[in-house]
């Protein structure tokens, strides 16, 4: 989840769209595919205007961008089938593949059907932590918590500090400095801990049950069997590789292997890495999936494919179909490449 540089992109979107860049660009930079990155698919979502909102896309716009890109010729395949041809430097024409990270089920009862009107595969990265209950929706519940109060008491070495939440400005502040917080402040370790005294200090109890947005196993296990659907690994409980020591990074991406084995009774062959960005996962990071044998795993850097993934099958960026702006358009000059040097400082091949 989360998309760090998600301003830079719009900005870069729009000078491309309206310039009328990208059609003209795409021979040059568009790349031999892309992976497409989902959160969230649902008509209802719970909350429409909230902070997290850019996670979730209509049923009916992920139709219309399927359609649009079969008219222009591309092929959608599996992850599997994305990899032999970026191998093959993309021999074979034009190709996308779908990806969702976290396991919601709106993907099983709302994207799916989309999916299997097309055709398309969907490769779904499951944290089992996050299904068990054993790791939160942070992000989520953040949300929550800002919306139950409008003043919220934090603790800080410095003593406790008082977070003004009552106009819907100062919650997507307190929303921010609270994102600070989990993100820089508080150990990666410890995130969760810190986040369960501060609801209780605030006077909101937090369950620890598997939230309601989730799949559960059952569900898992039969989207699993779903001849359109991959299930790829997630790390153990969502966390924040780059914070983490060696040998706790390597458990979260090595492990969790081991774990959806266990539940799924298939060991999975691909990564995502959680967060994805630049200060969630580096080379160290890349060297670790190496190690515990995944054939690819993919970042949430903005980019399209090309022929050079080859060599960095372990660092895919994707294009995320993004729901502060679902227009088909934004998605086409997202396609075209000319955004991929724009919003990676000139690079054409994105990595890590
Ligand atoms: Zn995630």
């Given amino acids: 989840m989360i998309d760090g540089g998600e301003a830079i992109r719009k900005l870069a979107l729009n000078v491309a769209r309206y310039t009328g860049l990208a059609p003209l660009a795409k021979p040059f930079v568009g790349g031999i595919g892309a992976i497409l990155m989902l959160h969230r698919v649902t008509a209802t979502p719970e909350k429409p205007d909230g902070v997290n909102r850019h996670l979730n896309i209509a049923p009916g716009f992920l139709d219309a961008v399927i359609a649009d890109m079969k008219a222009d010729g591309y092929a959608f395949v599996s992850l599997e089938e994305a990899i032999e041809r970026i191998k093959a430097g993309g021999k ?6 779908i990806t969702a990270d976290d396991a ?12 299997e009107k097309h055709g398309a595969p969907i ?3 499951v944290a089992p932590g996050l299904i068990d209950g054993a790791a939160d929706l942070w992000w989520d519940v953040v949300e929550d918590i800002v919306n139950a109060r409008d ?22 502040q307190a929303n921010n400095r609270l994102h600070t917080w989990l993100t820089l402040e508080v150990r990666e370790e410890d995130l969760r801990a810190a986040l369960h005294e501060f609801a209780r200090m605030n006077g909101i109890r937090l369950d620890g049950q598997q939230p309601s947005t989730l799949m559960n196993w059952d569900e898992i296990r039969t989207m699993a069997a779903h001849p359109l659907v991959t299930i790829g690994a997630h790390t153990i409980n969502h966390v924040n590789l780059k914070r983490l020591s060696e040998a706790d990074a390597r458990h979260e991406i090595g492990d969790v292997r081991r774990i959806l084995q266990a539940r799924l009774g298939e060991e999975p062959r691909h990564l995502a890495y959680p967060y994805g960005y630049a200060s969630a ?16 795993a993919v970042t949430t850097r903005h980019g399209v494919l090309r022929a050079e993934h080859s060599g960095f099958l372990l660092a895919l960026p994707r294009i995320s179909v993004n729901g502060r702006y679902q227009s088909v358009a934004h998605i086409r000059t997202m396609l075209s490449g000319v955004t991929t040097p724009l919003a990676n400082a000139g690079k054409m091949v994105v990595t890590i």
């Fill in 281 to 296: 996962v580096g080379c160290r990071e890349v060297g670790f999936a190496r190690d515990a044998g995944y054939v690819s």
């Fill in 123 to 125: 490769t779904i990265y």
């Fill in 104 to 115: 919601y089920r709106d993907n099983m009862t709302e994207a799916l059907p989309v999916l």
């Fill in 151 to 172: 003043r919220l008491t934090l603790a800080t070495p410095d003593g406790p500090v008082t977070i003004d939440c009552s106009t819907r400005g100062k919650k997507l």
């Fill in 92 to 97: 074979g024409g034009q190709f996308a593949t």
